[in-house]
């Protein structure tokens, strides 16, 4: 999913050059596997990935000086945990500093991020009701069924992209689940 995320983000950012991306040292098997995948998609659209880790809300402080010093293009946020809990931190940053950001939440589009691309949270909080619900009537743990989010959304926020100067692609636009106005 991380690398459909920078493809967004090159759609919406043509001329951009770097991204920046957030990740969470503490996490490291997510923090792996996502920043392979990054690097791999930024390498192949041309793109510079810098990599920023924050596990705390000073560290992203500080990481958001580094990018801003570094000129990053875009942000990219992590699909871990951490980033969930602080991403009102991170959607204030970035439109403070006028750089693009993705939340793989869509939710936080809502809040102001330009673009969110991820499960689709009320969804997965049925699918644990359910599931809560079955446990509580006596099935056991271990007989429950693995289910990966099957409704992945992209949000768009254009009040976000007017305050940033973006223009959104209408093929883009197009494919959006939800579009803020």
Do not use: C, W
Request: proline share 5%; no cysteine.
């Amino acid at each position: 999913m991380v690398a459909k995320r920078i493809e967004q983000l090159q759609q919406l950012l043509p001329s951009a050059t770097s991204i920046a991306f957030f990740v969470n040292p503490k996490n490291p098997i997510t923090t792996q596997a996502e920043t392979r995948e990054a690097r791999a998609a930024a390498q192949a659209l041309g793109l510079r990935l810098l990599v920023k880790e924050a596990s705390s809300t000073n560290e992203i402080g500080v990481a958001f000086d580094a990018l801003v010093q570094q000129k990053a293009s875009a942000i990219l946020v992590s699909s871990e945990i951490f980033f969930f809990t602080v991403q009102d931190q991170l959607i204030d940053l970035a439109m403070r500093h006028k750089i693009p950001i993705s939340i793989p939440q869509p939710e936080g589009v809502r809040k102001g991020a330009l673009i969110g691309y991820g499960a689709n949270t009320n969804e997965a909080f049925r699918t644990l009701g359910v599931f809560a619900g079955r446990l509580l009537k006596g099935e056991r743990a271990a007989d429950l069924p693995v289910e990966r989010s099957v409704k992945i959304d992209l949000l768009i926020n254009l009040k976000a992209a007017k305050a940033l100067g973006v223009e959104v692609p209408p093929t883009l636009l197009a494919r959006a689940d939800e579009v803020i106005e």
